[in-house]
């Protein structure tokens, strides 16, 4: 009576040992899962920055080479008066 009760209390045991497994492997495949899409979303917005970045920048050295030949302009007219 007693193995056979033994028996009963182990084969629960394994069960429930089972079952946390089972849930702690969902649980862990759902934790992946955000962390891989939060990643996404970062790496999406650092991709728009940095595209902002650049457009910026294009912007300012137009801006700046704009300015040169208008200074290289005023420079070359003074030198011909």
Do not use: F, H, Q, W
């Not at 917005?45 to 801006?63: I, L, N, P």
Request: with cysteine; net charge negative; aromatic share 0%.
């Amino acid at each position: 009576m007693r193995k056979i009760v033994l028996a009963a209390a182990v084969a629960g045991a394994a069960l429930t040992l089972s079952a946390c497994s089972e849930g702690t492997e969902e649980a862990a495949d759902e934790a992946v899962e955000g962390a891989m899409a939060d990643a996404e979303a970062n790496m999406e917005a650092m991709e728009e920055g940095v595209e902002e970045a650049v457009a910026d920048a294009e912007g300012a050295m137009e801006e700046a080479a704009d300015a040169v030949e208008e200074a290289a302009e005023e420079v070359a007219e003074e030198a011909g008066e």
